[in-house]
């Protein structure tokens, strides 16, 4: 019994720990950048603003291009709160 047990608690903790890895995964950049485009477009920003969007926008591209997903989608997260969305 105490086999079964220790079996059947190895695998909740296996699924457990799978399941959060998926929820954790990044954004892919590309579809992160193509949402901030989207909004950018049918912004209506001051310069100040613009000038922060762009310089978000141009950290989040490098990092993308490094394959650093989770960077590069933190910045388009910085770049859509200063749209607003």
Not at 68 to 74: E, G, L, M
């Amino acid at each position: 019994m105490n086999k079964f047990a220790l079996a059947f608690a190895f695998a909740a903790t296996a699924i457990a720990a799978s399941l959060a890895s998926a929820v954790a995964a990044p954004t892919p950049c590309e579809t992160a950048l193509k949402d901030l485009r989207a909004a950018e477009a049918k912004a209506t920003l001051n310069d100040a603003d613009k000038n922060k969007v762009s310089e978000l926008e141009t950290k989040g591209i490098e990092r993308c291009n490094a394959d650093d997903d989770k960077r590069a989608d933190d910045f388009f997260a910085q770049a859509m709160k200063v749209l607003g969305k």
